[in-house]
């Protein structure tokens, strides 16, 4: 039986119980459970969202949270924070965070302030984020004195980069110390960081994957296990924030040269690979091409341009680690050739790759980059999707042999043949003769 106030036994209510009064406290959460909204519901009013807008004001906030003074005025759907919306669930349900907290948003402003561009109020040309998500704090300040929860999207820092090749560079003097991009005898880097969640606008979205946006909101909804009942319910809202890893900008030298057609600028779009990344693993090509990305931008900077890395949070070609591993297990129990590369993956996932790039020049655009010097990638899908969007590459840069390790020319030449750029010409025949090792 649980104990009850009038179960207890009187020492343990206290001797002062009597003088204890009960604060009514205003719900949290609406009563009964609001499941999904209509746009016909009497409450509903959405505040305006008019995406691609000349101003910021014009567009309107973005405004997503559930909480009873926003939920009539909710015009996205979704939650903030991407994959970490759910960790940020459970510190409310483990009641370590008020459902009802508000940020403070003092001295947060950005270490950088970009100039609003063209590329902001095309519609055209942002779709997956909002130009506006670094300055929601001053420009949408009206909405949080008035109480609502309206969060910025976008943060701009400054940072030093530690990275072991960097270091390794700098001591064989292929990388100078010049005290404003490379600072020291450490290797140390200075960069501006830009971090971005993706604020999608559902109709840009489905043009850019060339199918109708009814298609777009059904899909998301079911593959989602039904997440997101709005979607459906509400076409009249056009953002969605969806539960996935956003991407984080390195930038390197004066971040206003990125917009500068007379700069030079080298660029690396990388898509995440925890693995290699981060533990080195050597099965594919991607730290390596990575700090080799950040060396070369960082020599183009230190020549009078700037340089670029964008991190995309998209393991595993978007497919994830767990299935990445598997894949792994199919490559290494099969004699891991390079002939059956694509097809390992296709027979557990169904698709070989799910990055899909054709939301990735977003970011380029809110820069204002026009034209990109040298580009630092292989891949003919990034190339094909940056071009597709009115951006200019005049080089394209490839992986230095020596730094492709060796149980990784599986993957690199099986690319190569599928349509990465590269001088080396690698037929159908020549995959049959590149294994990995067994493990």
Partial sequence: MLATEQSRPAECNGAHAHEKTEEVKKPLYSRPVVLTTYPSQSRIDPFPMNWGAATAEERGPITVARSIETLPHRNAVGAHGGSYSVYNALAVAGGFLPP???????????TFDFPELDSWHDPKKIVAMDPYGHLTPSVFKKYLDEGYDVRP??????????VTEIQRSVENGSLPIDGKIVLNEKGDIAVTKVAVEPVWYLPGVAERFGVDEVTLRRALFEQ??????????????????????????????????????SKSLAVRVHDECNGSDVFQSDICTCRPYLTFGIEEAAKEAQNGGAGLVVYFRKEGRALGEVVKYLVYNKRKRTGDSAENYFKRTEELAGVRDMRFQALMPDILHWFGIKKIDRMLSMSNMKHDAIVGQGIKILNRITIPDDLIPEDSQVEIDAKIQSGYFSEKKVTEDDLSCVHGRHW
């Fill in 153 to 162: 999207t976008i943060a701009i820092t400054r940072a030093h980069l530690q």
């Fill in 224 to 261: 989602m296990g039904g997440a997101y009942p709005e979607l459906i319910t509400r076409p009249d809202i056009k953002v969605f924030l969806p539960p996935i890893g956003g991407l984080t900008a390195y930038i390197f030298g004066p971040p206003e040269y990125l917009s500068d057609t």
């Fill in 100 to 110: 009802d907290h508000r940020p403070n948003f003092e001295l947060t402003e950005p």
